[in-house]
């Protein structure tokens, strides 16, 4: 037998993920080996396995996002994820900082055609 490739997400990264969640009452962790959020059949954020997380942004915050930080695509197989934006790590385990983000990725998604 050969070793598992299994990969667990690192736990901090999850956890911020989590307390990140648990601060809106309107949203939900969905996902068990892949954490993400949806809204009407959008999804607006998603933990990686690596612990990286993607967020969904319209395109003016899509710019300001990245303005401000340092950050790229979100790839996830070898694909990059339309409207999504890479949050650096130092963001992401920064709730209070993180929050604003989320709350603007949720809006964007809730303002989607429902699927």
């Known amino acids: 037998m050969g070793k598992s ?3 667990e997400i690192p736990e901090q990264q999850l956890a911020a993920f989590d307390r990140l969640v648990e601060r809106f009452d309107d949203i939900e962790r969905k996902g068990k080996t892949a954490p993400y959020t ?3 059949g959008h999804m607006f954020s998603l ?3 690596d612990g990286t997380l993607g967020i969904r942004l319209d395109k003016a915050d899509q710019a300001d996002f990245r303005g401000q930080y340092d950050s ?3 790839v996830q197989y070898g694909a990059v994820m ?3 934006v890479r949050v650096p790590k130092s963001l992401q385990l920064d709730i209070d900082a993180m929050a604003p983000w989320f709350a603007k990725a ?5 303002s ?3 699927k």
């Open 5 to 7: 490739t299994k990969v």
């Open 38 to 40: 949806s809204v009407n």
């Open 47 to 49: 933990l990686a396995k």
């Open 72 to 74: 790229g695509d979100f």
């Open 82 to 84: 339309r409207d999504y």
């Open 106 to 110: 949720h809006a964007f998604a809730s």
């Open 112 to 114: 989607l055609k429902p």
